[in-house]
């Protein structure tokens, strides 16, 4: 196998259960600040902890395939943004879309909260936007891994 192929492989599939652990904690810490109301922005801060470590362990999987396959990487101040968008779009003869335009749309949020929670307070963060974020979030990362483990089969069977 392809030496960049297999580190992208074994990447995305470390990072799914280093992911799917990040999913569990903020439904976890979601449900006991639902139920400790007098410890609740101690459990939100988790939440939102574990938000922003959902939204980065994918976007240092996109930026790996951008590096090391597209051979390009966006910079600028959208960077980010441009970033999700790349991995819906087709590399001709290098990839397929990493992602369907559908998930990129649906993980924006993630990426917009991701922004928010490193540039305030979480005293500042918003508990009825979390919750929004929680219940698409099991749907959303089921959607996710299956779309990110299927390029990474893609990868073994181009090798």
């Given at each position: 196998?392809n030496g960049v192929y297999?580190?992208?492989?074994?990447r995305?599939?470390g990072?799914?259960?280093?992911?799917?652990?990040?999913?569990?904690?903020?439904?976890?810490?979601?449900?006991?600040?639902l139920k400790?109301?007098?410890?609740?922005?101690?459990y939100?801060?988790?939440?939102a902890?574990?938000?922003?470590g959902f939204y980065?362990?994918i976007?240092r999987?996109?930026e790996?395939?951008?590096?090391?396959?597209d051979?390009i990487t966006p910079?600028g101040?959208?960077?980010?943004r441009?970033?999700l968008e790349?991995m819906?779009?087709n590399?001709?003869n290098?990839?397929?879309?990493?992602?369907s335009?559908?998930?990129?749309e649906?993980?924006?949020e993630y990426?917009?909260?991701?922004?928010?929670?490193?540039?305030?307070?979480?005293?500042?963060?918003?508990?009825?936007r979390?919750?929004?974020?929680?219940i698409?979030l099991?749907g959303?990362?089921t959607?996710?891994?299956?779309?990110?483990?299927a390029?990474?089969?893609?990868?073994d069977?181009?090798?």
């Open positions: 196998m297999q580190q992208i492989v074994e995305i599939r990072e799914a259960l280093d992911l799917d652990k990040a999913v569990s904690k903020a439904q976890r810490s979601w449900f006991k600040a400790h109301t007098e410890e609740q922005d101690l939100l801060d988790s939440v902890l574990n938000l922003h980065s362990g976007e999987l996109f790996l395939i951008a590096r090391g396959l051979r910079v101040e959208s960077w980010h441009d970033l790349q819906t779009r590399v001709f290098t990839r397929p879309a990493v992602i335009v559908l998930n990129a649906r993980l924006d990426r917009r909260f991701r922004h928010l929670v490193r540039n305030i307070y979480a005293a500042d963060l918003i508990p009825e979390m919750a929004r974020m929680l698409n099991p959303l990362w959607d996710l891994r299956a779309e990110l483990l390029f990474a089969d893609f990868l069977q181009s090798s």
